[in-house]
């Protein structure tokens, strides 16, 4: 269960808990799993205890926010309004999230129908690695994928994700729907680790460390259509798309 999940949900209305109401402040702009990752990497960054958000707390949260939001949200009209919306929570604790309704200019910005932004996650914990994945299945159902896609998909990012955790000092995945060459979903991750020894070995199957080095990295490229990775002693970025049938 995650930290947002642990809230009390029942006191949001009566003041106690706010939890509910960002994310739902959020969720006029981004999908639930989107807002609630969202949301959850700004309070752990913010070292704000996302247990029981107390409205006297959300100011905190929208300083966060302000930082991260550039990641998310590109238009800075659109990225005042989210701010604006979280503001009145705080002033007004009797304040809905959903009121007033979000006007159509609000809604996430798409092209042929998908979602233009990337969703960028911060990778530095376990949960981080089942944000992204969550966040992957979401934008691959929003592209249009079956299940048994999506799966693979979220698969592959948690494969990534998990060797930015093994072997990186810090880095992030990076997902997005994607209309060109062909509709699907593209995966970036990128980390600051010390790189990949002996790279050619870990693809090809033959290099065994007592880690296990390379199992994650093969199978995410087995799962995705293409799989491009550089890898020097600053870091390695391995860049992995989808693709629609």
Not at 93 to 115: I, R, T, V, Y
Request: charged share 25%; glycine share 8%.
């Amino acid at each position: 269960m995650t930290t947002l999940e642990g809230a009390s949900r029942s006191a949001t209305r009566s003041g106690v808990d706010a939890t509910e109401d960002v994310v739902e402040a959020l969720k006029q702009y981004f999908s639930a799993p989107i807002a609630r990752a969202l949301l959850t990497s700004t309070l752990r960054r913010a070292r704000i205890d996302g247990a029981a958000l107390h409205r006297q707390t959300i100011p905190e949260v929208i300083t966060a926010l302000e930082h991260a939001l550039p990641m998310y949200i590109a238009d800075a009209a659109r990225r005042g309004e989210c701010l604006a919306r979280l503001r009145k929570l705080a002033l007004d604790p009797a304040a809905e999230a959903q009121s007033p309704p979000a006007s159509p200019a609000a809604s996430p910005p798409h092209s042929n129908g998908l979602p233009t932004a990337s969703t960028v996650i911060q990778v530095m914990t376990a949960d981080d690695v089942s944000n992204a994945c969550e966040v992957g299945r979401d934008i691959a159902r929003q592209v249009g994928f079956l299940s048994v896609q999506q799966t693979k998909i979220a698969t592959a990012i948690a494969e990534l994700a998990r060797n930015i955790l093994l072997y990186a000092i810090s880095g992030e995945i990076r997902i997005a729907a994607i209309d060109s060459p062909r509709k699907g979903v593209e995966i970036a991750a990128r980390d600051e680790g010390p790189g990949i020894k002996d790279l050619e070995l870990v693809m090809g199957g033959t290099y065994r460390s007592r880690t296990g080095m390379g199992l994650g990295l093969r199978g995410s490229k087995r799962l995705m259509d293409t799989f491009e990775i550089e890898t020097s002693p600053k870091g390695t970025n391995v860049l992995a798309r989808k693709f629609m049938t």
